[in-house]
């Protein structure tokens, strides 16, 4: 079946490190976008890329950074710049026109850092 | 400034009780709107979408949702909530072409027995 996998879905991080977090979706779909959830914040957009070596800023993109090097796959690195990293993190794709379909999403990944 | 509002932070029904969560944007014409379940520690589902026609729409799971241009208001219902129901509801719009999905804070609904 077609979906997005995100992977680790728990990932622990010392202060100072960088961590990788994995998105990749089998759907064709062009676009992708990482999300950031904090609870009663709903959810806050990192970056997107609508096409392969292309990305742009969301919202909240300091202490961030990504790379689209593959269709299918989307990572996003959380550097040592994020002053408070710990979050829930959501990849998402879309087909098309995503005013008509909406977004895909994977199951998340919960980032701790200890 | 472009927005999506959800009053609710917290809704508790009773099992088999009417629900209704509301949903407010922000936006100088129509947007195309969307409602998303998440249960916990999982990511979006979608329930339903609008952008035109009939202002009543149906989606899964027996929800659906009223959009009222006057009220700049997009809300979600269902008849009779069932346990199962019980997870976080997010509304989310798309005001431009090109333009990112937009969400609200996310109202938790808890189901009481």
């Known amino acids: ?114 | 400034a472009q927005s999506v509002t959800q009053p609710d932070i917290h809704i508790t029904v009773s099992e088999g009780a009417s629900l209704e969560l509301r949903c407010n944007y922000s936006y100088g014409a129509t947007p195309y709107l969307f409602w998303y379940v998440q249960s916990p520690g999982q990511g979006l589902q979608l329930l339903l979408k609008y952008f035109s026609g009939d202002t009543l729409v149906q989606g899964i799971k027996g929800f659906e949702a009223e959009f009222k241009r006057s009220q700049s208001s997009f809300n979600l219902r269902k008849p009779s909530v069932h346990w199962s129901d019980a997870a976080e509801y997010f509304c989310a719009a798309i005001m431009e072409y090109g333009n990112k999905l937009v969400f609200g804070a996310g109202t938790i609904l808890r189901v009481k027995s």
């Open chain 1, 1 to 114: 079946d077609g979906g997005i996998t995100q992977s680790p879905k728990y990932l622990f991080r010392k202060e100072g490190q960088n961590v990788t977090l994995s998105c990749e979706q089998n759907l064709n779909h062009d676009a992708m976008y990482w999300y950031r959830q904090d609870p009663g914040q709903g959810l806050r957009l990192i970056y997107y890329s609508q096409i392969v070596n292309d990305f742009q800023k969301g919202d909240i993109a300091e202490g961030y950074s990504v790379s689209r090097e593959k269709k299918e796959s989307f990572p996003l690195t959380v550097t040592s710049a994020q002053k408070n990293p710990t979050a829930f993190y959501l990849c998402a794709s879309s087909y098309g026109d995503p005013r008509d379909y909406g977004y895909t999403f994977g199951s998340g990944t919960r980032l701790t850092v200890v």
